[in-house]
């Protein structure tokens, strides 16, 4: 664990309250920084949100704007989740800020404490635009105490953290919705229609205009590029940097929002192809695992996706990369323990996917336990003591393409196995 997050668990709550008044309060006593940060652009969702700000900030980006970032959970540092100005924030004013957010002496959450922390230094540094992801939710996340947002956005609404947001997709959707505000335009990706339903009705109840991807604009692969559609225009772009079909939605998403930022196409275009964002659909070829597959000649990905639409799109990533280069595969499978397994298992099960599962630091499933869901839906599933014991005998079993998959938290171990693959 690196030191700003034992820092933070030592010293603050480590459960998950969704509440807005431990959070006021503490925003309170330190000013209400949220008040004094550049033009918001606030995203929600269940899946691509952190895709859909990779692709904001490298649009805003490469036209030459200034651009703070707020995303969670990080990978190998606790800094990857602030970025100011395009950089990350450095450990020297990382602590800082979290020094004057624990001075009042508040109580407050892990979640809360940094959050309150990004909204301190954000406001302290120049910047032209700041791009916040929402934690958790929406109506009750730490970051809803941003009032008058420049554009609200939601990616795709679907089952997840069913603990805290229930079993319910229209539920869902209406705390999704959440961030949606009087006068503040909502962009919001291609949903279910019992989803879709919930977010209008939150809007109507705001007075939040919408742009709906699917009605008011849309995006596709075309001739190897990404096209991209509204009202008023047709755009010829690049196809995403990100691999995977899924990437295509969140590009453009993505895209409808510099629209709405009046950016210019040649950046558009640029951002698209220099967007980086690391543990979604990631090629490795450095580090211990990255060079063990490329010594026998085999393609290694990672990928964070841990519920069912992403398992989803996982299996669509994957399809279309063996339509178009066959190759014996292998999934490297470790899961937290209450995710839905049976969903992640079930999207990929024609995928012929040998399967390999593993345990890492933190609340993991059990392997045994992951491998026998795994085997429920039709794929051969062993469990292994670990990613480097699973990517050798899936290596020796012949596969040339392997993915390391399941979790945010098994991709930070991978990637903080060595220091060239840090997110930086």
């Known amino acids: 664990m690196d030191p700003i997050s034992e820092r933070l668990r030592a010293r603050h709550p480590q459960r998950i309250d969704l ?29 691509g949100k952190g895709s859909t700000v990779a692709f904001i900030r490298a649009i805003a980006e490469a036209a030459g704007l200034r651009v703070h970032a707020y995303t969670s959970p990080h990978l190998v540092r606790f800094n990857e989740r602030i970025r100011l100005a395009g950089r990350l924030i450095d450990d ?48 009750l996340d730490a970051t809803n105490v941003i009032e008058r947002p420049l554009l609200s956005v939601i990616t795709p609404v679907d089952l997840d953290h069913a603990e805290f947001l229930g079993h319910s997709l229209p539920g869902i959707a209406r705390e999704k919705a959440g961030i ?40 596709w692969s075309e001739r190897g590029g990404l ?23 969140n590009a453009g998403l993505a895209v409808a929002v510099a629209l709405e930022l009046d950016l210019p196409e040649a950046a558009i275009a640029r951002g698209l192809g220099e967007v980086r964002w690391p543990a979604r659909m990631q090629r ?91 085997r429920g839906h039709g794929l051969g599933a062993q469990a292994a003591a670990n990613v480097g014991e699973a990517l050798a005998k899936a290596l020796r079993l012949g596969a040339g393409r392997v993915v390391i998959c399941g979790s945010l938290y098994l991709a930070g171990e991978v990637l903080g196995a060595a220091r060239e693959t840090w997110p930086d």
Do not use: Y
Request: glycine fraction near 10%; hydrophobic fraction near 50%; charged fraction near 20%.
């Open 284 to 374: 490795l070829t450095a580090g211990p695992f990255g060079e063990a597959a490329r010594a026998a000649d085999a393609e290694l990905w990672l990928d964070g996706g841990h519920n069912p639409h992403a398992g989803r799109a996982l299996a669509a990533a994957l399809a279309e990369r063996q339509a178009r280069a066959p190759r014996p595969t292998a999934l490297i499978v470790g899961m937290l323990a209450n995710k839905g397994a049976g969903g992640f298992f079930e999207a990929l099960g024609g995928s012929g996917a040998a399967v390999f599962t593993v345990p890492f630091d933190g609340a993991a499933a059990e392997p045994e336990a992951l491998a026998a869901v795994a």
């Open 92 to 139: 020297a004013r990382l602590n800082a800020v979290l020094d004057r957010v624990e001075a009042p002496g508040l109580e407050a959450t892990v979640f809360e404490s940094t959050t309150a922390a990004a909204f301190v230094a954000m406001s302290e540094a120049p910047a032209d635009l700041a791009v916040i992801e929402v934690g958790l939710g929406g109506v």
């Open 227 to 249: 096209a991209f559609q509204d009202q008023t225009r047709f755009l010829d772009l690049p196809t995403p940097a990100l691999a995977g079909p899924h990437q295509i939605a």
């Open 19 to 47: 509440s807005l008044e431990r959070m006021r309060a503490l925003c309170a006593a330190l000013g209400d920084p949220q008040h004094r940060l550049p033009p918001v652009i606030h995203v929600a969702g269940t899946n």
């Open 180 to 219: 949606l505000k009087a006068g503040a335009r909502g962009l919001i990706a291609r949903q279910d229609e019992a989803a879709m339903v919930e977010i209008e009705a939150a809007a109507a109840a705001v007075h939040a205009p919408l742009t709906v991807m699917g009605v008011d604009f849309d995006a």
